[in-house]
């Protein structure tokens, strides 16, 4: 079983054919997909997605391209959302320097806001960093000094340094379809130093669909391309790289709940 650790159901590539991503998600073998809020204010339409179907999660939170639009967006709401048993994360949330849709400010303060809800709620936070290395780093250290975090760092890009100090702090690494991109070899070379107990893998769908399928919209189904990638990288089976990374995803989403096994064929 594979896990697709951050996709967004909701868009509309994916949304209007649900069932379709669904089987096609099943048939290669994705046992379980974590569907990722991006705006508050639409999160009623990320919770029927993960209510409609039994192997589907959610999270609560603001990205940083809408911290403006979000602005005031109060630790306690993001809290209240996060009571419901779908959500098994906070996010997701961070820094994006690169389009800066949202003034850095507000950025800063959205992202420090998802920290005190991933902490008082006892889940882990998804961040999302773009062009925003030392910030990032400053943020997660500063907010694990006020209690103890957990997380990932999503659709991995970043430098070596930010790999190793989020490594130092607990923290995860989310590998997306990049890794298979030509001009990818800085996140290669990444990949192979992060320990196989702390990496991920995730579509990000819609977006960044995996050699050999670039240009197409993204799915759930496609991450076997690049779990694929990542065990080469790793120098192990892809079944082994399945194992490994479905294991570190319940022990870091620890409110999910692994689907049940199929009962075995009557004789």
């Known amino acids: 079983m594979l896990v697709d650790s951050h996709c967004h159901l909701d868009f509309p590539e994916l949304s209007a054919d649900l069932d379709g991503v669904m089987a096609r998600a099943h048939a290669a073998g994705i046992g379980t997909m974590v569907t990722i809020s991006t705006k508050l204010r639409e999160w009623d339409k990320v919770r029927p997605i993960a209510e409609a179907y039994p192997d589907v999660w959610c999270s609560v939170g603001v990205h940083p391209h809408e911290a403006k639009a979000e602005e005031g967006t109060g630790e306690s709401r993001i809290l209240e959302l996060a009571r ?56 997660l250290r500063s907010e694990s000094r006020d209690g103890a975090l957990k997380g990932l760092i999503h659709c991995f890009t970043a430098s070596q340094a930010l790999a190793d100090a989020v490594l130092e702090l607990g923290f995860y690494i989310s590998i997306s379809g990049i890794v298979t991109f030509k001009a990818a070899d800085a996140l290669r070379d990444t990949v192979r130093c992060v320990p196989l107990e702390r990496l991920l893998v995730e579509t990000d769908a819609p977006f960044l669909a995996p050699v050999p399928l670039r240009g197409k919209p993204n799915e759930p189904a496609f991450v076997v391309h690049t779990a694929k990638a990542v065990a080469a990288l790793k120098g192990i089976e892809p079944d082994d790289l399945a194992r490994a990374t479905t294991d570190n995803f319940f022990r870091l989403f620890s409110k999910a709940r692994r689907p049940e096994a199929p009962a075995p064929a009557q004789a």
């Open 84 to 139: 419901h048993p779908k959500v098994v994360g906070i996010g997701e949330t961070g820094l994006d320097y690169y389009y800066e849709h949202s003034p850095r400010p507000e950025q800063r303060a959205s992202f420090r806001t998802h920290c005190a809800a991933a902490r008082a709620a006892g889940l882990p936070l998804i961040v999302h960093t773009r062009d925003a290395d030392a910030e990032t780093i400053e943020i």
